[in-house]
Nanobody, 113 residues
Framework: HVQLVESGGGSVQAGGSPTLSCAPS????MGWIRQRPGKEHEGVAV????????GYADSVKGRFTISRDNAKNTLYLQMDSLKSEDTALYYC???????????WGQGTQVTVS
């Protein structure tokens, strides 16, 4: 039974820089997916934990950073220069093989005002 637990969401002012966390992080591929109000799910960032290679959606490139702390077994999403359109429910997701992230957490809400 896979259980991913996110934390770090909340209400943030535009321009703020919160960090989301997710544990555990011992999967081959891990990422963050968000669902904005009235929108489809959107892949935000992904990391191939074997090499540390990362990828980002164009909408967050240069503002968000995905990383993993092996010692703490935790995945992070550092979000900088937040905009109102970043308001969403953010999910941590993982896969043991392949880029289809089949394991999801319960989500953490980020509201930018």
């Amino acid at each position: 039974h896979v259980q991913l637990v996110e934390s770090g969401g909340g209400s943030v002012q535009a321009g703020g820089s919160p960090t989301l966390s997710c544990a555990p992080s011992g999967y081959t591929y891990m990422g963050w997916i968000r669902q904005r109000p009235g929108k489809e799910h959107e892949g935000v960032a992904v990391i191939y934990t074997i090499t540390g290679s990362t990828g980002y959606a164009d909408s967050v490139k240069g503002r968000f950073t995905i990383s993993r702390d092996n010692a703490k077994n935790t995945l992070y999403l550092q979000m900088d220069s937040l905009k109102s359109e970043d308001t969403a429910l953010y999910y941590c997701a993982a896969s043991s093989s392949g880029l289809t992230l089949g394991y999801w957490g319960q989500g953490t809400q980020v509201t930018v005002s």
